[in-house]
């Protein structure tokens, strides 16, 4: 694993936004997120998930978050400009983005994938977080330390048979990575970096390995501490990185991740 231990307070003030904050990695890194100080915007496509969340939060006594619905296969680029106006009235920056919405599609050779299951995790993976980032990048342009961390797997680093589209889009998302974490150096504070959650007890795990025992994988909660690194200032300079969150690793140790 990723080695980092959080001080309590290091998200406190700062405003994070978290795709498909409703259920698996995402959800349990908006409650960190919240535990650590952060007004964490919860945005997904089910609302009742969402809402779940916002309450946890709040039960807790952490800063009350916002919910924000919306489903990343039909939203229009004018949803995604309405949403940053909304940040940007009720915040007036964002400091953390976590796309971590994704879509597995189906399992299949790419001689049998089918075109619309294609498009959608093309949509879902790739297309919305380019847009969103795009929306946004103004109000992370405007924090003192700007952070974007999009979500990889392994398969978007070595390509597997069968993985088809969630394979090649996780490629693309590194590539996202690559471009705008160069583009923003030197031009802005804003950091850009991947992170492979590596196989994780989620909904989505069980479906891509359902004869797998659920319980022989680490759960979101243990994979947290490279999350709240890439969210808190001691990532502050590290950008146009992919990190890896269950290999060995530490914030000293990053040249050689
Ligand atoms: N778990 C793993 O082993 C693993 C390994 C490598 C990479 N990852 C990556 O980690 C991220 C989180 O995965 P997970 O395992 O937590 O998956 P998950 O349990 O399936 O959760 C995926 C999340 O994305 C949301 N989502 C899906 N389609 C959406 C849409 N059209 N609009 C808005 N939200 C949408 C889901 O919302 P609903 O709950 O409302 O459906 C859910 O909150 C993904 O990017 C995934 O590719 C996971």
Do not use: C
């Not at 259920?23 to 945005?43: D, K």
């Amino acid at each position: 694993m990723f080695e980092y231990t959080a001080p309590n307070n290091l998200l406190q003030d700062k405003i994070i936004l978290v795709t498909g904050a409703g259920s698996g990695i995402g959800r349990t890194a908006a409650l960190n997120f919240a535990r650590h100080g952060a007004t964490v915007i919860l945005l997904g496509r089910t609302t009742s998930k969402l809402e779940e969340v916002y309450d946890e939060i709040e039960e807790n006594g952490w800063p009350q978050a916002a919910i924000y619905p919306m489903n990343l296969a039909g939203a229009s680029e004018q949803d995604y400009a309405n949403l940053a106006e909304t940040l940007d009235k009720e915040f007036g920056r964002l400091d953390g983005l976590l796309h971590n919405a994704g879509l597995l599609g189906e399992l299949k050779a790419i001689a049998q994938y089918d075109l619309d299951k294609w498009n959608e995790v093309m949509l879902v993976n790739v297309t919305a977080p380019f847009l969103l980032s795009r929306e946004v990048l103004p109000l992370l342009r405007k924090a003192k330390s700007g952070s974007i961390a999009f979500t990889s797997s392994s398969v978007g680093h070595q390509g597997r048979a069968h993985w088809g589209a969630y394979s090649i889009s996780k490629f693309a998302t590194e590539g996202l990575m690559q471009v705008m974490a160069d583009e923003e150096d030197g031009l802005s504070q804003v950091r850009v970096n991947t992170i492979n959650p590596g196989g994780t007890r989620t909904a989505m795990r069980a479906s891509a390995y359902p004869g797998e025992d659920p319980m022989s994988r680490p759960t979101p909660e243990d994979i947290m501490p490279l999350y709240l690194y890439l969210m808190g200032d001691d990532s502050q300079s590290v950008s146009g990185k992919a990190f890896h969150a269950q290999l060995p690793g530490n914030p000293e140790n990053i040249a050689t991740l």
